[in-house]
């Protein structure tokens, strides 16, 4: 049980929908790592970071 610890946060999947504010369907798409036990999937927050990390994209705004 040391790895829960260590880790910040553990979320289900509707949690882990909520946190990056999509839903769930799109969230079973991505290629987020994930920890199945037996049907219950859930996702580390370090984990769900790491992607938007990865992920997010900053558009330049140009100023006239």
Known sequence: MNLI???????NRSEAA???RICKTTLDKLT???I?????VLYRRSALDQ???QNT???A????
């Open 5 to 11: 610890q260590t880790d910040s946060k553990i979320f």
């Open 18 to 20: 909520v946190y990056l």
């Open 32 to 34: 987020i790592p994930r």
């Open 36 to 40: 199945k036990i037996r049907r219950r």
């Open 51 to 53: 992607w938007l990390a």
């Open 57 to 59: 994209q900053i558009k």
């Open 61 to 64: 705004v140009k100023n006239d």
